[in-house]
């Protein structure tokens, strides 16, 4: 091969090394966020996130949202993550258990005083790091937790007083402590798959639910309910899950721009959340519901049923996790009562 030829075949090959190394540099990132509900706070939050870290990379990462489980049951969503086959999944922490039994440590009932007052706790600078490095050893990287609702009760008959509960079979979670939750009221907690109460009222495997009052009204429980009793005996939190095979791909800067979106939105969320609530409430009453609240009196029995919970079932959990986090959680729910 002469000098000329040599040379230009040197240059022909660098040209296309840099076009190629170009095209990979500017390739966007994507980005696939699933959650199980829609048409709510954690839907709007999952849009804004998007939105706001395709806004701070520059269009480098395409984030896109799949609302209502598209992208597969929980289970599946999270064994995703852990994969790197999904980057992002929202949801009440709760769902994680199977990942660690310590994420349920933030349902605990009785603690919190408001919405805010909870949201406050959770990210208290003692407990937040603590709790978000829970799934860390599993593939998953949690930034960003908020307050999406208090918990509310959804049944077939009314609910206005705590006797009120004696007899019913109420869908929980399957978890001890949501069990318990209900009976101490003299109710029989029943573990169901969300997606499943509704068919299940209206075959009367059970009397009725304890969730979220914005989720429930979204998934047509005033179909088959027609009382709600707004209790917020406890409050359901959200967190933002992510892939850490997937983090580990991306530059520092988009990784550091993925985790400080999603954890700088939560307070906007969280706010969000709480004033959605009326909406739904509304929402409930045009549907035909009877909305009801305890009296002062029945609350305040209400929650004293709730608070000796906490300690009862985590302060000797046989998860080293759970007996670590919860007094720290305590500790902060006093620190951040403003009351």
């Known amino acids: ?80 993550i852990q994969l790197g086959s999904q980057e992002g999944f929202f949801a009440p922490p709760g769902f994680l258990q199977g990942v660690n039994k310590a994420f349920q440590v933030a349902d605990v009932p009785g603690l919190f005083a408001d919405h805010q007052h909870a949201h406050r706790s959770l990210n208290d600078p003692s407990f937040k790091p603590l709790f978000s490095a829970l799934g860390e050893n599993k593939g998953i990287t949690i930034s960003g937790v908020w307050i999406y609702d208090g918990a509310s009760y959804m049944a077939t008959k009314p609910i206005g007083k705590i006797a009120d509960f004696r007899g019913l079979k109420i869908r929980v979670l399957a978890t001890e402590i949501e069990r318990l939750s209900v009976a101490t009221l003299g109710a029989t907690g029943v573990p169901i798959p969300f997606t499943e109460v509704v068919p299940s009222i209206q075959r009367k495997v059970v009397d009725g639910a304890r969730t979220s009052l914005v989720v429930a009204g979204k998934a047509k429980f005033p179909t088959v309910t027609n009382n709600l009793t707004i209790t917020n005996g406890y409050y359901i939190p959200c967190i933002s899950a992510f892939s850490k095979v997937w983090l580990s791909k991306l530059s520092k800067e988009h990784r550091a721009i993925v985790l400080d979106t999603a954890d700088e939105l939560s307070n906007w969320a969280s706010a969000r959340s709480e004033s959605f609530v009326s909406k739904m409430i509304a929402e409930w009453k045009k549907s035909g519901a009877k909305v009801a609240y305890f009296s002062d009196a029945e609350q305040k029995d209400y929650m004293s049923r709730l608070k000796p919970l906490g300690d009862k079932v985590f302060s000797n959990h046989k998860n080293a996790d759970i007996r670590r986090l919860y007094p720290i959680l305590k500790a902060a729910a006093v620190r951040q009562d403003v009351r």
């Open 1 to 80: 091969m002469t000098s000329t030829l040599r040379k230009f075949a040197l240059t022909s090959a660098s040209i296309a090394a840099s076009f190629g190394f170009a095209s990979i540099a500017s390739a966007q990132i994507d980005m696939k966020i699933g959650y199980p509900t829609t048409a709510d706070p954690q839907h709007d939050y999952a849009v804004k996130f998007v939105a706001e870290v395709n806004k701070r990379t520059n269009g480098k990462i395409k984030g896109r949202v799949f609302p209502t489980s598209q992208l597969g049951k929980i289970p599946r969503q999270i064994e995703s």
